[in-house]
């Protein structure tokens, strides 16, 4: 099984950047696909950013194109997210998962 371990939250005013990592350990596979989602409070969680490992695929919600970026690299065993131009609506707790494992998530705060 995966473990996944998210970091790079923090609070930043609107139009600012963030950028988050998700560091896998555990047996990967070049087909798994990666996925951030994210959980603000009183919505559900939504689907943000999708990868895959061997590469050749990403995915975006619509509300992030243009403005997130999600990427990896395979010799850290680890996936990151970009996020620039960063919005209030942002906020939320960022999860990475695969594989049915998730990560315990990192808290992003946008201020207006």
């Known amino acids: 099984q995966v473990q996944l371990v998210e970091s790079g939250g923090g609070l930043v005013q609107a139009g600012g950047s963030l950028r988050l990592s998700c560091a896998a350990s555990?047996?990967?596979?070049?087909?798994?696909?990666i996925n951030w989602y994210r959980q603000a409070p009183g919505k559900e969680r939504e689907f943000v950013a999708a990868?895959?490992?061997?590469?050749?695929?990403?995915n975006y919600a619509d509300s992030v194109k243009g403005r997130f970026t999600i990427s990896r690299d395979n010799a850290k065993n680890t996936v990151y997210l970009q996020m620039n131009s960063l919005k209030p609506e942002d906020t939320a707790i960022y999860y990475c998962?695969?594989?049915?494992?998730w990560g315990q998530g990192t808290q992003v705060t946008v201020s207006s």
């Open positions: 998962t695969v594989s049915g494992s």
């Open positions: 555990g047996r990967t596979y070049s087909s798994y696909i």
């Open positions: 990868i895959r490992w061997g590469g050749g695929y990403t």
